[in-house]
């Protein structure tokens, strides 16, 4: 049996008790655990103070000494606190106790030397240390230790139980000890000489006991590329498997309906980039395995298009197809511009949302059982049990993360083979979250916009100029163009955002009097119709300015809308900002976003500020806000499973993600199985991990 399979009380100096603490503070259960439980950062000390050199500088030093007497000083109020003099020979400095005074007292040795670490502050000329860490000299040099001390996660539990740094330094030392240090390489040779990676063995030595920077810095290498290595191999195991399993339909032709669409009815050029991913999507399609993709493109780079056009093809090979919006007003946008694309065209598609008519409802599941029905668009209606499909063959997603697991696995399962899946995303994901989060999904981008658009400006102003703003307003609305005014609406405070919107709103109706001005209000309180109804007088030009929450954030299409005005901006995060710019910059005009924020910023506001008004590159904005908020916060609890890494840091550690996904796939290319004699560890460590530690599933 494997070492490292121990329960972890059986560990020298743990026991029941403390084996109990580990595992309900820490998750650990076993040896193996404890072993890659990694230090989180670590103390230098290699250093030794003299007391005539300490300074109050609040940091963290070791010092080797001798207490010369202790005492137990009253406080008042029943209280006290045991101080001890302790000396070198530079001077004297007072060791403080406030806890388990007795217990101290009777533990400690006089004129012995010891050596402490703590940190020191001053009072009045004296230098103290409280609660300082000790050690007997003796002891400190025999011990295995390093110089970088590590620094292991902790919890407040285990530090009031007695279980200090220093305890679970000596349960390190303890394992290491028994197991004599002998943990097997899971990495093939040729991967540790072209990478240059030390050795398992080495690697998990000197993440405890460092012996050198150099070392420790090796070593973190090797371990934060094994993790993210398997990781990918998971992943990419996981795609290659799907692709091989899952028998998709094949699309087997480009037949009538795309060649017509795309010979006489495309309204404008398509982009390079569009023409690239309908290429990508049509490789998948065509082949024997199901499609799984992602497609990635900017606010307004021409998605739906391509959306249709891959509709298209379903309906050319006999199949029928859907396409889901997370909003009503999304759906409907999608469903009139994707009916007028395709007018020409002898299509039918229908919309179905929670405001159907009864009747409607049932033509359209009629039509769906009966195969009369090619394109069905709509809103989380669609995965009504009573929606049934003659044959799906593509699901559509637009802005997947709105959507969870368990809703996409929904439309998922209405067919007995799985239909191809393309979700489409407007909201950058930055490179390496990709690679983690969907890493078991093909990736498209559509990172070219349509020719002729001018860049947003953006730009930031403090609410005491908003009489200025105002003036701006009604000069581009005299050019004929038109207004959003957008308020947050967060759900925990919705009572005072409401009531922000509507103050807001009375405000602007004051500034902007009828009958020269006129203005539409679209917030989540309303009904479906009514929010259509003043979208569509909006869109249609019958008003100048839309005062609105979050709700017009994604997907609207108004092109002679060119001012968006975000009210608080400080509110939004990176992401909704850049959505909600989106909205303008559709037409012809020059388009203009202004950020109004208070004059009291944090500083990540001033950075959010700063980076929306620099620049509209979706991908860079991501990268900022990755760096910002961190990759759990981005993707959400559910989704950041995955990212509950141990050592590697999704922000910091890019390149070795690369390293390790580049390495992964060149590896799977050559050895899918991994049945060559030197991938026979890697392997057994591959079955052994994917047992514990299941990988996030992204569609099924
Ligand atoms: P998004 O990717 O944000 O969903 P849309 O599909 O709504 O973008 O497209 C935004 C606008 O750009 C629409 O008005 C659409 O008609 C137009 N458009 C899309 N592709 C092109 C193109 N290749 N040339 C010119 N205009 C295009
Ligand atoms: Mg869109």
Partial sequence: MNLLETPIEYLKGVGPQRGDLLRKELGIHKYADLL????????????????????????????????????????????????ATFIDETGQMELVWFQGQKWIRESLKINVPYVIFGKVSQFGATYNM??????????????LRSAMQPVYPSTEKLANKGISNKVINKMMQQLFVETQALFSENLPNYLLD??????????????????????????????????????????????????HKIKGMPFEKVGENFNNFYKNHLPFDLTNAQKRVLKEIRNDLGSNAQMNRLLQGDVGSGKTIVALMCMLMAKD???????????????NQHFNGITELAKELNINIKLLTGS????????????????????????????????????????????QHRFGVEQRSKLWKKNAIPPHVLVMTATPIPRTLAMSLYGDLDISVIDELPPGRKPIQTVHRYDSNRLKVWKFLKDEIAKGRQVYIVYPLIQESEKMDYKDLMDGYESISRDFPLPQYSISIVHGKM???????????????????????????????????????????????????????GRVGRGAEQSYCILMTSHKLSNESKIRMETMVRTNDGFEISEVDLKLRGPGDIMGKQQSGVLNLQIADLVKDKEILQLARYHAIKLLKDDAPMEKPEHAKLREAFIELSKKKTIWNYIS
């Fill in 317 to 331: 090979n006999g199949f029928q197809s859907c396409l889901m919006a997370p909003t009503e007003i999304l759906a």
């Fill in 356 to 399: 159907t008519k009864t009747a409607d409802r049932k033509i359209i599941h009629e039509e769906l059982e009966n195969g009369k029905l090619d394109i069905l668009i709509g809103t989380h209606a669609l995965l009504e049990d009573k929606v049934q499909f003659h044959n799906l063959g593509l699901a559509i997603i637009d802005e």
């Fill in 194 to 243: 072209e990478l240059k990676l030390i050795p398992k063995n080495a690697a998990l030595f000197n993440i405890h006991f460092p012996k050198s920077q150099d070392l420790l810095a090796k070593a973190q290498f090797r371990l934060k590329f094994e993790e993210l290595f398997f990781i990918q191999l998971q992943l990419i195991t996981k795609n290659l498997i799907r692709k």
């Fill in 527 to 581: 009904k479906p119709a009514d929010k259509d109804e003043e979208m569509r007088r909006f869109a249609d030009g019958k008003t100048n300015i839309m005062v609105a929450t979050t709700v017009i954030e994604v997907g609207v299409n108004v092109p002679n809308a060119s001012v968006m005005v975000i009210e608080s901006a400080e509110r939004f995060g990176l992401s909704q900002l850049h959505q909600l710019r």
């Fill in 36 to 83: 890659n439980l990694f230090p989180n950062r670590y103390i230098d000390r290699t250093r030794y103070y003299k007391i005539n050199e300490l300074q109050n500088s609040n940091s963290e030093v070791q010092i080797v000494g001798k207490i010369i007497n202790i005492k137990t000083v009253e406080q008042g109020k029943g209280k006290s606190r045991l101080v």
């Fill in 130 to 143: 409280a609660h300082p860490e000790m050690e007997l000299l003796e002891e400190h040099k025999a011990s």
